[in-house]
């Protein structure tokens, strides 16, 4: 059994980033569960299936193959049935199939073993909604990682405009509410913190010092 830190939280809180960045320091395996979801999700778009297609997706699940890899610097590859679709996954209209699919109970099940199973045979940090309370429920250490919604759409909102996409700070943190209403509130293993996480509020610190939160945290449960 691997040491297992779990960080769950809404979208655009950093997890991943400062999720990456223990993991390097830790030596641990990143697991980022919402690829997971974004692959499901992809498979769907492509084949053209509305996220209100229960029965199709339902029916489709046995035909899809997820699986994960690390590069040689550590970075989570995500397979889809073989074909390594990581660089497909960080778009918009897939983090919003991904958020809407991840409401049925058969598409939580369908990831749920794979994700324990990573955590059971290595040291990890796991990011995700349901992390701290359904996946690794016996997690040491476990992380309620938020900031305001204005915060979040801030981060966004640049990192959109690094990019040179277009983007307006209003639509943004709508579609932020709107994630975080669909992720808070579904009935089966919506985000919310475990009785046992430490809530951290990042609104107002900078990325090395979430990092370094954590690591306190860390050097504290271990
Ligand atoms: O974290 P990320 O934005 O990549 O996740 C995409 C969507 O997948 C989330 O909005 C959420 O609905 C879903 N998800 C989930 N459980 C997880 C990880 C992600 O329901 N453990």
Redesign the pocket.
Known sequence: MGFNIAIDGP?GAGKSTVAKAVAQKLGFIYVD???M??ALALFFIRRHIDAGESEKIKELLDQIQVSLDYDDSGVQQVFLNKENVTSQLRREEV?KM??AI?AYPFVREKLLGLQRSLAQNSDVIMD????GTNILPDAPLKIYLTASVEARAKRRYDELCEKGEKASLETVALDIRQ?DES?MTRAIAPLRQAEDAVYLDTSDLDIPQVIQSIMNLYEKAN
């Open positions: 979208a569960t919402g690829a979801y974004r983090g991904a958020s991840s995700g909604r349901d992390i994630r992720d």
